[in-house]
């Protein structure tokens, strides 16, 4: 076993439940809910992912949060690394390939089919339909050699802009001309960005991977786990009380309970209680949210608490620039006004506006500490 591997918490019987709901023949694909830090990835990747391989499938995984606004580069690169040939004959050909400058093949743009040769422009619609093709291509090339499970996580960033959404539409084709081949598990850390891509009736993958599912968090079983590896490792002891507290306390993330092990291993002398306390400070300092909240306008924190409180809400309509001149106190307040601290706030990677028209928070923890903590303006 590798060193890395001691302190990880295997979840055999999940993998395989996920893996007999895939091979049924009722789903293609599975949309799975979990907040970042819950474990998903690694469950992905050290747990799906072997239980997969040993069924005979080929893995591929595409994390989108890696290029959050070209999610199509990410998926792009992740089935090329699954096309890397084996043999060296076949990588020494790689590497003296000429590099592809324009992609064959068929599509229809605006009712129009093309086929030929579609050169790499930076024409929006001939770009979406070069990465169409090559998604296409690529996955029709690898579930040629065996059945493929394709992982995209944080599959949220597919609502995030329009290539996204083409991306989507291509992953959409692809499951269906593949169907037989090909499985995929979308993962997402917002359940609402979520919602946008797969449930919501405009979206390119509505009902591609029904039904959403929430990714079971881990339970006293993690925490006597880590008790057992700390005992194995320091032969002292854990306060099992103590640690399923501050389990909960961490929102049942792992990481947050890993490091105060590592912290008791590395100072022996430090009791248990400070080193809950010296985690709390740090994951309060690493979210940051009172330190947001006090970069922000006066008309910013407005919008903030608005999208906050109504997923619907419209910031440039009569009634919403009323409210705010009044609060404000200010004799004049006009959509650009609006416009620039919607702006400010996309900068600040604070709102992001979907494609769908609704102002949604980059980080959905932030938007809970809004709603719950932050004092009135």
Known sequence: MKLTELWHFPRPDLAHAYLAALNSGVLASLTIFAPRRTGKTVFLRQDL???????????????????????????????????QPDTLAGKLKARLAPSVKALKGKAEIAGTSIEGSIELKEDKKLAAANMALRLDEMLGDLTRRKPVLLLVDEAQSLGRSEEG???????????????????????????????????????????????????????????????????????????????KAAFEQFHRRPEPLLEVAITLMMQPKMSFDAAVTLQLE???????????????????????????????????????????????????????????????????????????????????????????IADAP
């Open 49 to 83: 992912t072997p239980a997969a391989q040993q069924m005979g499938y080929l893995v591929v995984y595409a994390d989108l949060w890696q290029t959050r606004q070209t999610p199509g580069a990410a998926l792009v690169h992740a089935l090329e690394v699954a096309h």
């Open 165 to 243: 959404e083409d991306v989507a539409r291509a992953l959409r084709t692809a499951l269906t001309r593949h169907k037989d081949k090909l499985r995929v598990v979308f993962t997402g850390s917002s359940r609402t960005q979520l919602g946008h891509v797969f449930t919501d009736t405009r979206a390119p993958l509505y009902s591609a991977a029904n039904p959403l599912q929430d990714f079971p968090l881990l339970d006293d079983a993690f925490v006597q786990f880590v008790a057992s590896r700390f005992a194995a490792a320091t032969s002292r002891k854990l306060n099992i009380r103590k640690a």
């Open 282 to 372: 740090k994951l309060a300092g690493a979210e940051g949210h009172e330190a947001t909240w006090h970069t922000l306008s006066a008309l910013e924190r407005m919008l903030v608490r608005e999208i906050a409180g109504n997923p619907g809400f419209r910031p440039f309509s009569r009634d919403s620039l009323a409210v705010f001149k009044k609060r404000l106190g200010v004799a004049t307040l006009g959509a650009t006004h609006i416009q620039r601290a919607l702006s400010r706030l996309a900068g600040k990677n604070i709102v992001l506006k979907s494609p769908r028209d609704a102002y949604e928070f980059e980080n959905e923890n932030f938007g809970t500490w809004v709603r719950n």
